[in-house]
């Protein structure tokens, strides 16, 4: 983002929703793992991005642990409403209420996720294929993310 520290401060505040797109990748599965967020305001500008590499996991698991992430960084902006975005059609559908979360390892991520909604008014989560727009780009910074472990 341009402009001085009180600009930033001053467009956060002014921001009523975000719209945010995760992806969590990793080499085997369970193997190295990493997680990308990309952060849009509601006019679709990229606000924040962010890549990191977790350890071992599995896919389900960084498809999780990107999503918190995301919830963790939306906090730092003044926002009430937050439309997420992922590839992970399980993650969206357990979030939704569609489909029940048997795993144990899953389930406690799932109710971080939970935790982590009570900082917002609504929080939506909708299913995206990796191949489109800003979910293309949280896949390459969770590639990133394991490519800069090594």
């Known amino acids: 983002m341009n402009g001085t520290c009180g600009e930033d401060t001053a467009i956060r505040k002014m921001m009523k929703k975000l719209i945010i797109y995760t992806d969590g990748a990793c080499r085997g599965n369970p193997g190295p793992a990493g997680i990308g967020v990309v952060i849009c305001n509601e006019s679709g500008e990229i606000v924040k991005e ?3 590499f ?3 996991a599995t896919n389900n698991i960084a498809e999780y642990r990107a999503l918190i992430k995301a919830l963790e960084l ?3 902006f003044s926002v009430t409403r937050l439309e997420c975005f992922s590839d992970s059609e399980l993650m969206v559908r357990q979030l939704n209420g569609v489909y029940r979360v048997k ?3 899953l389930h406690k991520l799932f109710l971080l996720v939970r935790e ?3 900082g917002f008014k609504g929080v939506t989560y909708s299913h995206l294929p990796r191949e489109k727009g800003l979910i293309k780009r949280a896949d390459k910074l969770a590639n990133l993310g394991i490519d800069d472990k090594k």
């Open 74 to 76: 939306a906090s730092d």
């Open 50 to 52: 962010y890549k990191d």
């Open 103 to 105: 795993d144990e390892k």
């Open 116 to 118: 982590k909604e009570r």
């Open 54 to 56: 977790i350890g071992n």
